[in-house]
């Protein structure tokens, strides 16, 4: 069973960067498309992208779309969220998220493992 633990969290000026990292143990990495979620106080846990398993290609919800990147190193089987120019309400615990669905990973039914979640809070 894969294992997934987040890093990188914490606190980051709204306009800034932040780079979020998922490691993943105990499971063939390359196997698995790749999500990240997120899930501010009060609010449902919402999609934020994902990455095709060898990494060529990408999806992202519209609200970050052209701000955040995700990106994957196979050989460390490690994730990564490259988070640009966040916004306030973006502060949010994040996680990371395995799947073998081919689908596009927006759904949270698809994935069947979860990090525990990292908190990355946006401040002005």
């Known amino acids: 069973q894969v294992q997934l633990v987040e890093s990188g969290g914490g606190l980051v000026q709204a306009g800034g960067s932040l780079r979020l990292s998922c490691a993943a143990a105990?499971?063939?990495?390359?196997?698995?498309?790749m999500g990240w979620f997120r899930q501010a106080p009060g609010k449902e846990r919402e999609f934020v992208g994902s990455?095709?398993?060898?990494?060529?290609?990408?999806y992202y919800a519209g609200s970050v779309k052209g701000r955040f990147t995700i990106s994957r190193d196979n050989a460390k089987d490690t994730l990564y969220l490259q988070m640009n120019s966040p916004k306030i309400e973006e502060t949010a615990i994040y996680y990371c998220?395995?799947?073998?669905?081919?689908?596009?990973?927006?759904?949270?039914?698809?994935?069947?493992?979860w990090g525990q979640g990292t908190q990355v809070t946006v401040s002005s």
């Open positions: 990455i095709s398993r060898n990494g060529l290609s990408s």
């Open positions: 998220a395995a799947t073998l669905s081919t689908r596009s990973g927006e759904r949270e039914d698809e994935y069947f493992a």
């Open positions: 105990g499971g063939i990495f390359s196997n698995y498309r």
